[in-house]
């Protein structure tokens, strides 16, 4: 099992530039969601999704679109980049209560 | 609004000083609260779910406890590989179902000297 995988690993932008930070999981679960963490600030999730064919938002998730099509895959969408997203984010995926992260990647959007 | 606190902020024990972390929340109304362990440049790892003020629970050298307003993450005799930042969260809901989006604490970060 290779668990959470997330690409790419780190990745800088110019603010307006759009791109996909792609999460795949292969432990079949339903629950997926993205975070990102911040200096300073807990871990905050932008979106997540209770199966297939269903996603919802988090705390904070503007400027950001999600999809899932599959149970592996989750991919995140970043629209129009700004300085204000740059950050680390955390993919993570569930069974029950027992939350799987994927290792992160690290965007700086310039 | 639900909120996570944690203390300290660095912790800095010796190998074998046994010491506490603090995760105090409020609320409205807990479906679980969560530990996890951070290495540096890496994803959050589970640790432990707890459900209800009173319930403990142990893994190795960590052992977390419940009340009603705060979790406690006990560490006994520590070793440097325990060095890490440890993160609370709470969920707000009950067993039969509840908000999908958990509250953060942001962390405390223990490092302990051989």
């Known amino acids: 099992n290779a668990g959470v995988t997330q690409t790419p690993k780190f990745q800088v932008l110019k603010t307006g530039q759009s791109m996909t930070l792609q999460c795949a999981q292969d432990?079949?679960?339903?629950?997926m969601s993205w975070y990102r963490q911040d200096p300073g600030m807990g871990l905050r999730l932008i979106h997540y999704?209770?199966?297939?064919?269903?996603?919802d938002q988090g705390e904070v998730p503007n400027g950001y679109n999600v999809s899932r099509s599959t149970t592996e895959d989750f991919p995140l969408r970043l629209l129009s980049a700004a300085p204000s997203q740059t950050s680390v984010y955390f993919c993570?995926?569930?069974?029950?209560?027992?939350?799987?992260f994927g290792p992160g990647t690290r965007l700086t959007v310039l | 609004e639900d909120q996570v606190t944690q203390s300290p902020e660095a912790l800095r024990l010796q190998e074998g000083e046994s010491s506490s972390l603090n995760c105090s929340y409020t609320?409205?109304?807990?479906?679980?609260l969560f530990w996890y362990r951070q290495d540096p440049g890496k994803g959050p790892e589970f640790l432990f779910t707890?459900?209800?003020a009173g319930e403990e629970k142990e893994k190795e050298r960590l052992k977390a406890t419940l009340t009603k307003k705060e979790s406690f993450l006990h560490i006994t005799a520590p070793k440097p590989e325990d060095s890490a930042t440890y993160l609370c969260a709470v969920q707000a809901g009950s067993l039969s179902g509840g908000s999908y989006i958990p509250t953060f604490g942001r962390g405390t970060s223990l490092i302990v000297h051989p």
């Open positions: 999704s209770v199966g297939a064919g269903i996603t």
């Open positions: 609320v409205s109304g807990l479906r679980g």
């Open positions: 993570a995926s569930s069974y029950v209560d027992e939350q799987f």
């Open positions: 432990m079949n679960h339903e629950y």
């Open positions: 707890l459900y209800s």
